[in-house]
C-alpha cells in the first residue's frame, strides 16, 4: 500500500498558479448556450468578429481607396453606397471592425487586469495599503473620466495603443472597487484562514485561492469594459481626437459629419457604423446575461424552476404567498 502512495507522482503545486484558467463546466457551457439571449448576443457578436478576421474576403480592396461619385445611394455596385470622400461604405464598414473590436477588446482586458490586481490587493491586505489603493481609487471615480481622457487623447500621438492605454488609465478604477469589496468578504472564509495558516504566500493565497471564486465578477467586468471601450473609443474618434488616417467606426462617422452626410440626407454613410457599434453592444449586453444566468443563484434558481414546470406542462405564474390569521 505504501509502495502504491510512493508510486503515485505529488501534485505540482506550478500547475495551482493556472487554476483560474480552467475552463467552464459542461453544465456551464450548457447553460449558458441555452439561454435564447445569450445565444443570440453570442451570434452578434461574433458575426462581427468573423466579419474583422476575414475581411480580405467579405469586402475586397483597399477600404481608403476612392471608388466612385461622393454620397452615391447604396447600388448593385456599392452595397451600402459611397462616403462624402468617394469611398465604399461597405468596405470602410467590415475593415474598420477590425481596429474598433482591437481597441474593444484590447482596452478592456488591461482595465480588468489592473482592476483585479489593485482592487484584490488593497482588499486582502487591508490597512495602510487599503488606504492608498483605496484613495487612489477614490480619486480616478470622482475626475470626470470623459474630459480626462479626451486631455488624454488630445495631447499623447495618436494611435491604436495611445486609445487602449487613455481608456485603460480612465476606466479601471470602477471594477477595482468591486473587486475591492468581494475580496474583503472572501478574505474571511475558512478556505483562505487554512491557506494562510498552512504557509502559503500572501499573493498565491490571493490568486489562487480567492481569485477563482471571482471569475463571475471579473467577466462581468470585462464585458462591460469591453462596450466602454468600443463606444468611448468611437466617440473620441468622432470628435476627431484619435488617428483620422486608421479606418475604424469611429473615423467613418467623423469623415460622414466633416462631409455633411446628415445635412444633405445620406443615411448609408453614417448609419452603418454607428448600427454596428450598437449591435455590439448589444450582443455582448446579452451574453453578460446569460453569464449572469449561470452565477447568480437566484436566476439559476428560477431558470430550474421554469424549466420543471415546462416539461410537467404547468403554466407559470405569479402569486404572493398569503398567510392564513389566526386569533388567539
Given at each position: 500500500?505504501?509502495?502504491?502512495?510512493?508510486?503515485?507522482?505529488?501534485?505540482?503545486?506550478?500547475?495551482?498558479?493556472?487554476?483560474?484558467?480552467?475552463?467552464?463546466?459542461?453544465?456551464?457551457?450548457?447553460?449558458?448556450?441555452?439561454?435564447?439571449?445569450?445565444?443570440?448576443?453570442?451570434?452578434?457578436?461574433?458575426?462581427?468578429?468573423?466579419?474583422?478576421?476575414?475581411?480580405?474576403?467579405?469586402?475586397?480592396?483597399?477600404?481608403?481607396?476612392?471608388?466612385?461619385?461622393?454620397?452615391?445611394?447604396?447600388?448593385?455596385?456599392?452595397?451600402?453606397?459611397?462616403?462624402?470622400?468617394?469611398?465604399?461604405?461597405?468596405?470602410?464598414?467590415?475593415?474598420?471592425?477590425?481596429?474598433?473590436?482591437?481597441?474593444?477588446?484590447?482596452?478592456?482586458?488591461?482595465?480588468?487586469?489592473?482592476?483585479?490586481?489593485?482592487?484584490?490587493?488593497?482588499?486582502?491586505?487591508?490597512?495602510?495599503?487599503?488606504?492608498?489603493?483605496?484613495?487612489?481609487?477614490?480619486?480616478?471615480?470622482?475626475?470626470?473620466?470623459?474630459?480626462?481622457?479626451?486631455?488624454?487623447?488630445?495631447?499623447?500621438?495618436?494611435?491604436?495603443?495611445?486609445?487602449?492605454?487613455?481608456?485603460?488609465?480612465?476606466?479601471?478604477?470602477?471594477?477595482?472597487?468591486?473587486?475591492?469589496?468581494?475580496?474583503?468578504?472572501?478574505?474571511?472564509?475558512?478556505?483562505?484562514?487554512?491557506?494562510?495558516?498552512?504557509?502559503?504566500?500572501?499573493?498565491?493565497?490571493?490568486?489562487?485561492?480567492?481569485?477563482?471564486?471571482?471569475?463571475?465578477?471579473?467577466?462581468?467586468?470585462?464585458?462591460?469594459?469591453?462596450?466602454?471601450?468600443?463606444?468611448?473609443?468611437?466617440?473620441?474618434?468622432?470628435?476627431?481626437?484619435?488617428?483620422?488616417?486608421?479606418?475604424?467606426?469611429?473615423?467613418?462617422?467623423?469623415?460622414?459629419?466633416?462631409?455633411?452626410?446628415?445635412?444633405?440626407?445620406?443615411?448609408?454613410?453614417?448609419?452603418?457604423?454607428?448600427?454596428?457599434?450598437?449591435?455590439?453592444?448589444?450582443?455582448?449586453?446579452?451574453?453578460?446575461?446569460?453569464?449572469?444566468e449561470i452565477t447568480n443563484p437566484r436566476l439559476s434558481a428560477e431558470g430550474k424552476?421554469?424549466?420543471?414546470?415546462?416539461?410537467?406542462?404547468?403554466?407559470?405564474?405569479?402569486?404572493?404567498?398569503?398567510?392564513?390569521?389566526?386569533?388567539?
Amino acid at each position: 500500500m505504501d509502495s502504491e502512495n510512493r508510486s503515485k507522482p505529488a501534485p505540482s503545486n506550478a500547475n495551482n498558479w493556472f487554476r483560474f484558467l480552467r475552463l467552464p463546466s459542461t453544465s456551464a457551457v450548457y447553460t449558458l448556450l441555452g439561454s435564447p439571449k445569450a445565444r443570440f448576443g453570442f451570434v452578434i457578436v461574433m458575426t462581427f468578429i468573423l466579419a474583422a478576421v476575414f475581411a480580405p474576403l467579405v469586402a475586397p480592396g483597399d477600404p481608403k481607396e476612392y471608388v466612385g461619385i461622393q454620397n452615391q445611394a447604396p447600388s448593385g455596385e456599392f452595397l451600402l453606397g459611397t462616403n462624402p470622400q468617394g469611398k465604399d461604405v461597405l468596405r470602410q464598414l467590415v475593415w474598420g471592425s477590425r481596429l474598433s473590436l482591437l481597441i474593444g477588446f484590447g482596452s478592456g482586458s488591461l482595465m480588468v487586469s489592473i482592476a483585479t490586481v489593485i482592487g484584490m490587493i488593497a482588499g486582502y491586505y487591508r490597512g495602510i495599503v487599503d488606504d492608498i489603493l483605496n484613495f487612489i481609487m477614490n480619486l480616478f471615480l470622482v475626475i470626470p473620466g470623459l474630459p480626462l481622457l479626451v486631455l488624454l487623447s488630445a495631447y499623447l500621438k495618436p494611435g491604436t495603443t495611445t486609445i487602449i492605454f487613455a481608456l485603460a488609465f480612465t476606466g479601471w478604477a470602477y471594477n477595482a472597487r468591486i473587486i475591492r469589496a468581494q475580496t474583503m468578504s472572501l478574505r474571511e472564509k475558512d478556505f483562505v484562514a487554512a491557506a494562510a495558516l498552512s504557509g502559503e504566500s500572501t499573493l498565491y493565497v490571493i490568486f489562487v485561492h480567492i481569485l477563482p471564486n471571482m471569475v463571475n465578477i471579473i467577466v462581468g467586468g470585462f464585458i462591460g469594459a469591453v462596450i466602454y471601450g468600443i463606444m468611448a473609443s468611437t466617440g473620441l474618434a468622432f470628435l476627431g481626437l484619435a488617428s483620422t488616417q486608421d479606418v475604424t467606426w469611429g473615423t467613418n462617422l467623423f469623415w460622414a459629419q466633416n462631409g455633411g452626410a446628415l445635412m444633405i440626407g445620406a443615411w448609408w454613410a453614417f448609419v452603418p457604423s454607428g448600427l454596428a457599434v450598437a449591435l455590439v453592444a448589444f450582443g455582448l449586453a446579452l451574453i453578460n446575461y446569460g453569464m449572469d444566468e449561470i452565477t447568480n443563484p437566484r436566476l439559476s434558481a428560477e431558470g430550474k424552476i421554469r424549466s420543471v414546470l415546462k416539461k410537467a406542462r404547468i403554466p407559470l405564474m405569479r402569486a404572493t404567498p398569503v398567510v392564513p390569521y389566526e386569533e388567539d
